[in-house]
């Protein structure tokens, strides 16, 4: 994928769960921040069926969009929405090219028994088909939006970017850049290394990387031993972190943003 220069569509795809309105809050942030337009995708196998069903489906979408919406979004029509039928992850990506969105939003399936998040198939699956930035928003109901009247101010907290030094972080980092300024934090770079490795040496191949953070205000360092799901979950346990960024290359099947979404509240975004 081309290094991100700007996100002009962001597509919130929700489900009739009680989950849905973090999700949409949470698109509804980062549209406000990116000035960008929002649009909701519900994938409704109503959408297919009778004509009683149709009108059901609409008139649940309907409702949504006025009470599931933050402030003004929804109420003043500022967003659009969508309602699609089919196999979810397949109808999300195809909604997402339809509309060019730069950004897809959508939750977690859900807790499991044993009340951990569950990354679900349609999550995995968009995750993998997806060709632009996938944000996961774990059921945790993170607070990363503020609404003040009309306004839906987003509320980041620290963003913190995992990187591999053998893989490129351009996109993470041009997103990292684009989201920024919704933060009163400079961006963390982590990097997980081997035990007993020379941290001053990785720090000083990390550097070009802070640096390179558009915005010009660069990005603080942090190297740590061990697991990097571990890493990332003690750091975001530890700090106001509200946002992690991966590099989908580091994080093919979704392990580690499921690992992440699984124990702390952060919103986890997947680039390719």
């Known amino acids: 994928m081309s290094q991100i220069s700007a996100i ?24 406000e921040h990116l000035k960008a337009r929002l649009v909701v995708v519900r994938v409704d196998s109503r959408a297919d069926g009778s004509t009683s069903e149709q009108a059901a489906a609409r008139q649940a979408l309907a409702e949504f969009m006025m009470e599931g919406l933050p402030g003004g979004l929804g109420y003043r029509d500022q967003a659009e929405s969508r309602l699609v039928a089919g196999e979810p992850a397949e109808a999300i990506l195809t909604a997402a090219v339809a509309e060019q969105a730069g950004l897809i939003v959508m939750g977690t399936r859900g807790r499991g028994a044993i009340s951990r998040t569950l990354l679900g198939s349609t999550a995995r699956d968009v995750l993998k088909g997806a060709s632009v930035p996938v944000a996961i928003v774990p059921p ?25 030094l053998k893989s490129p972080a351009a996109s993470q980092l041009a997103l ?15 990097h997980v290394t081997e035990s007993g490795a ?15 953070v558009p915005g010009g205000r660069g990005a603080k360092l942090l190297v740590l031993d061990g697991d990097v799901a571990d890493s990332i979950v003690k750091v975001t346990k530890k700090d106001d972190v509200g946002l992690v960024i991966l590099g989908r290359a580091h994080d093919a099947a979704g392990s580690v943003a499921c690992a992440v979404l699984e124990r702390t509240r952060a919103v986890v975004i997947v680039v390719p």
């Open 198 to 212: 020379d941290h001053g040496l990785v720090r000083e191949r990390m550097n070009p990387l802070g640096l390179g």
């Open 140 to 164: 945790s109901d993170p607070e990363i939006v503020t609404v003040v009247g009309a306004r839906t101010i987003p509320r980041f907290g620290i963003i913190l970017v995992p990187v591999d």
């Open 176 to 190: 990292t850049g684009l989201l920024a300024p919704g933060s009163a934090h400079r961006p963390m770079l982590l």
């Open 8 to 31: 002009r569509t962001i597509l919130c795809a929700i489900d009739d769960s009680a989950h849905a309105p973090a999700v949409a809050f949470a698109a509804a942030g980062m549209a």
